[in-house]
């Protein structure tokens, strides 16, 4: 029995059909890939591999998946926290204005690294990201050794970059870097969301789907109340009959937060077999109002759509933790409705295996069996807060977090061992991140210390914010209002 990397007596969590746990499991992984998992044997110790880690007090369970996410501002984590939604969508909308037209890449490059950074030592082993200009955040994800899916945002409605530019440039991202770094590093198509594009646009990025039949589209949809009112400005009865319409309601569809979706919406959903990233905290932390409808997870994965969970712009909510994002999305299912809503298990499946399968990848990684990718996390039980070690799931989902997690394994190559970043420097990321911050307050009316944030008054928020496609948006949003309420 040979292997590069042995992992022998851990509790091993494996998401597999049969949710197997092993309490005394081995694992073995050579060439990048999983080549058994069982019960633990004596001489286990003494197998001829050139890593043999012991994982007594470990458990061992698939790397996580963020399904959906932004990574690009991650510096600017504490910056927006005690804002109105007001300021933060002003803000916010100013300074991706300025990304879009080519500024502050130092930034943007620094936040990478600390995402990063982040994500490597807290057990996150995918990302998929969509951000403004994506290429340092595929090199960095890359060279890191992580895997990640990443693409640039399409959108008329958002910021006043021509649009043909912008597909440009995403030609440009597919062809440079679609099935780099040994195919951990994907490209996708990102029509923005349904409340800031097009009918034109959508078209232009079905027409891209068909050049690119490999490729996911990754979306905002349902997100918000404005998402149908767009769609039937749009000519369409909804967003789901716009994005049939133009031919991308399939399954290359991932689609974030769905917060709006009813029963057709389900259905309709499930037949087209496109998936869902559910990203909780994100709404928890800037809920726009109390009766604001609650994404319907349980009736989602009910008809067999594949929902996995994301973190979504982590610095709005302060938080890398993405095995928070499943104690949070029981917690707000269950307040908004009643308790049981989700078992621990099904929240475990959908931070793994679910995410996995979301992204069309779900046959490479998201669980731990024979012929699978090494994706593979340890965190350490020998603690006291997981003792006694009962009910391991909802441990995961409940009281786990990234500080738990001791070695993070990608395709085989460990990145992280008993708590040391391998692939990055963790100091050097720090100080260029200090850096990047300490230049962007002085070319800015931010003020960012650790006493906390003050941003720009709002006429310099106004100067910066993009003029005619958002304009456009509030517009056509008005029009459309006017006419629902006073049809022909």
């Given at each position: 029995m040979t292997a590069d990397i042995a992992i022998h007596d851990a509790f091993v969590l494996t998401v597999d059909a049969q949710n197997r746990l092993y309490e005394r499991g081995t694992v073995l992984i050579e060439d990048g890939a999983i080549t058994e998992v069982r019960t633990s044997r004596g001489d286990d110790a003494n197998t001829a591999a050139d890593c043999i880690i012991d994982g007594a007090g470990k458990l061992v369970m698939p790397g996580l998946v963020n399904a959906?996410?932004?990574?690009?501002?991650?510096?600017?984590?504490?910056?927006?926290?005690?804002?109105?939604?007001?300021?933060l969508m002003g803000n916010m909308t100013a300074i991706y204005g300025e990304i879009a037209?080519?500024?502050?890449?130092?930034?943007?490059?620094?936040?990478?690294?600390?995402?990063?950074?982040?994500?490597?030592?807290?057990?996150?082993?995918?990302?998929?990201?969509?951000?403004?200009?994506?290429?340092?955040?595929?090199?960095?994800?890359?060279?890191?050794?992580?895997?990640g899916f990443f693409g640039p945002a399409l959108s008329d409605l958002f910021w006043d970059v021509p649009v043909d530019e912008q597909f440009d440039r995403?030609?440009?991202?597919?062809d440079e870097y679609h099935e780099t770094y040994n195919g951990r590093i994907r490209a996708t198509i990102n029509p923005h969301d349904d409340w800031s594009c097009t009918r034109t646009l959508w078209e232009r990025a079905a027409d891209l789907a068909d050049e690119y039949?490999?490729?996911?589209?990754?979306?905002?949809?349902?997100?918000?109340?404005?998402?149908n009112t767009m769609a039937r400005s749009n000519g369409a009865k909804d967003s789901l009959d716009l994005l049939d319409d133009v031919g991308l309601l399939d399954e290359r569809l991932v689609a974030a937060h769905y917060r709006m979706a009813d029963d057709q919406d389900i259905r309709r959903t499930a037949d087209a077999g496109a998936a869902v990233a559910h990203c909780p905290s994100i709404f928890c932390y800037w809920n726009p109002g109390p009766d604001v409808q609650w994404?319907?997870?349980?009736?989602?994965?009910?008809?067999?759509?594949?929902?996995?969970?994301?973190?979504?712009?982590?610095?709005?909510?302060?938080?890398?933790?993405?095995?928070?994002?499943?104690?949070?999305?029981r917690l707000a299912a269950n307040l908004k409705r009643s308790a049981g809503q989700f078992h621990s298990m099904e929240l475990v499946r959908m931070l793994t295996i679910e995410g996995a399968r979301a992204l069309g990848v779900g046959d490479k990684i998201g669980s731990i069996e024979p012929g699978k990718r090494a994706d593979v996390i340890l965190l350490?039980?020998?603690?006291?807060?997981?003792?006694?070690?009962?009910?391991?799931?909802?441990?995961?989902?409940?009281?786990?977090?990234?500080?738990?997690?001791?070695?993070?394994?990608?395709?085989?190559?460990?990145?992280?061992?008993?708590?040391?970043?391998?692939?990055?420097?963790?100091?050097?990321?720090?100080?260029?991140?200090?850096?990047?911050i300490e230049r962007f307050k002085s070319e800015t009316d931010w003020d960012l210390d650790s006493g906390g944030s003050d941003p720009p008054g709002a006429m310099s928020v106004a100067r910066d914010l993009p003029k005619r496609g958002p304009a456009q948006l509030l517009g056509r949003l008005a029009f459309q209002s006017i006419k629902d309420t006073f049809p022909l």
């Open positions: 959906h996410t932004h990574l690009e501002l991650t510096p600017m984590v504490g910056a927006f926290s005690d804002l109105s939604m007001a300021e037209d080519g500024e502050y890449d130092y930034l943007t490059g620094a936040g990478y690294e600390l995402a990063a950074l982040n994500f490597l030592a807290g057990g996150v082993t995918t990302v998929n990201s969509q951000d403004v200009r994506p290429s340092a955040g595929a090199e960095t994800f890359g060279e890191a050794g992580l895997r995403a030609r440009e991202f597919i039949p490999d490729l996911l589209v990754h979306t905002h949809l349902l997100e918000l109340e404005e998402s994404t319907p997870v349980p009736e989602l994965r009910a008809a067999g759509v594949d929902v996995g969970l994301g973190i979504d712009d982590h610095y709005w909510h302060d938080s890398y933790n993405l095995f928070g994002e499943a104690r949070q999305a350490n039980l020998d603690q006291p807060k997981f003792t006694p070690v009962t009910n391991i799931p909802a441990h995961v989902a409940n009281n786990a977090v990234p500080g738990d997690v001791t070695t993070t394994i990608v395709d085989g190559e460990i990145l992280l061992r008993d708590g040391d970043v391998r692939t990055m420097d963790a100091d050097a990321v720090r100080d260029r991140v200090q850096t990047a």
